[in-house]
């Protein structure tokens, strides 16, 4: 059994910068891709960045692009996520996600185990 572990999350104002991790244990994360989403109170989960297993792709929504990098280190099997320009629409419940497909998926049932999220809140 696969186990997720979100941290880093917190408070920031508008423009501020965090950085996620997400600490994988139980499985073979070097195999594994990876994903970040998100959740904010009274919305749906949404697709935020993946990388595949080797860290050579990546993907990521339009809503973050320029502003987050997705990153891993397989031998400490962690994923990172590092979030600058932060913005208040930013704010959401952020989860990480580990998918038993080497290459990059961004839908969310693709997915095959999640942590319990971390969250994020940007005030302006």
């Known amino acids: 059994q696969v186990q997720l572990v979100e941290s880093g999350g917190g408070s920031v104002q508008a423009g501020g910068s965090l950085r996620l991790s997400c600490a994988a244990s139980g499985g073979t994360f070097r195999s594994y891709a990876m994903g970040w989403f998100r959740q904010a109170p009274g919305k749906e989960r949404e697709f935020v960045s993946a990388i595949g297993w080797s860290g050579g792709a990546t993907y990521y929504a339009d809503s973050v692009k320029g502003r987050f990098t997705i990153s891993r280190d397989n031998a400490k099997n962690t994923v990172y996520l590092e979030m600058n320009r932060l913005r208040p629409e930013d704010t959401a419940v952020y989860y990480c996600?580990?998918?038993?497909?080497?290459?990059?998926?961004?839908?969310?049932?693709?997915?095959?185990?999640w942590g319990q999220g971390t969250q994020v809140t940007v005030s302006s």
């Open positions: 996600a580990a998918s038993v497909t080497s290459r990059v998926v961004i839908i969310s049932a693709q997915y095959d185990y």
